[in-house]
């Protein structure tokens, strides 16, 4: 298993949303840790740190969590004929409670009602993301699986959350069943002003940017001739 020692381009580039987790094998405390301990490292408003974890291992917590989130990306497949899902995100569907450790990111406030949504999206977005990455360094990979905060109420009650708190989202984490692969975005130049709105930037992708190494690469992304 990796150290946690990675390029931290490297890390960047290639952690993606990773859905598709291998249930045979575990995530040990120690990696459990370090992943959260990478995520309060990160920027927060006036250090305040309003956020709390809950890893679940439970299997009967697992399942309920699981069975609330087939039902929300069962929702988003029949609201919106438009929105296709991919294998991913219907794999998750189905195989969230089989997932070796889901940690539940939680917003808080300092009073007696849950900070709102955007709040506790924003404050905890940033620990979000350094734990995907630090999951990457450890050979994990994990996916925001957010829609379920549409389900307060839900997660209010499996999960007993303190009345200051709001579940921002779930995060499983696993091995991943496949290799990372890139990600597809657009180009900087695309999404870029100079100074002002609409002015279109002058920078240039400079010969220097992070490349592919075909260590990183999956096969999909090897076929396609990436790297
Ligand atoms: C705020 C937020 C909410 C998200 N919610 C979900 C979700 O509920 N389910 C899901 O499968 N992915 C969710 N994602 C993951 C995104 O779909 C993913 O980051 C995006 O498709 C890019 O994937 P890539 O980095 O592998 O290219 C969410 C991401 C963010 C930032």
Redesign the pocket.
């Known amino acids: 298993m990796p150290t946690g020692s990675m390029d931290l381009f490297d890390a960047i580039y290639t952690?993606?949303?990773?859905?598709k987790l291998r249930h045979d094998l575990p995530v040990p405390d120690e990696d459990v840790y370090k992943i959260l301990d990478a995520g309060i490292q990160a920027a927060n408003g006036g250090n305040r740190q309003v956020w709390k974890f809950i890893v679940v291992r439970d299997p009967r917590i697992k399942r309920q969590l699981g069975d609330l989130y087939r039902e929300?990306?069962n929702w988003v497949t029949s609201s919106n004929p438009n929105r296709k899902l991919d294998s991913?995100?219907l794999y998750?569907g189905e195989h969230m409670a089989e997932s070796p450790v889901i940690i539940v990111v939680c917003g808080i406030s300092s009073g007696n009602e849950p900070p709102d949504e955007a709040t506790a999206?924003g404050a905890t977005?940033p620990a979000i993301e350094n734990m995907l990455l630090a999951a990457r360094a450890l050979g994990y990979g994990g996916?925001?699986?957010?829609?379920?905060r549409r389900r307060q109420d839900d997660l209010r009650r499996i999960l007993g959350l303190g009345p200051n708190a709001y579940a921002a989202?779930l995060l499983p984490i696993g091995v991943p069943q496949g290799s990372h692969?890139l990600?597809?975005?657009l180009p900087v130049e695309e999404v870029t002003y100079d100074d002002t709105w609409g002015n279109p930037t002058r920078l240039k992708r400079p010969a220097s940017v992070w490349k592919p190494k075909l260590e990183l690469l999956s096969e999909g992304d090897r076929k396609k001739g990436r790297g």
Not at 15 to 19: F, G, L
Not at 143 to 148: D, E, G, T
Request: no cysteine; glycine share 8%; net charge positive.
């Open positions: 952690t993606r949303a990773t859905r929300l990306v991913g995100e998750l999206v977005m996916n925001i699986s957010a829609v379920v989202t692969g990600k597809s975005r």
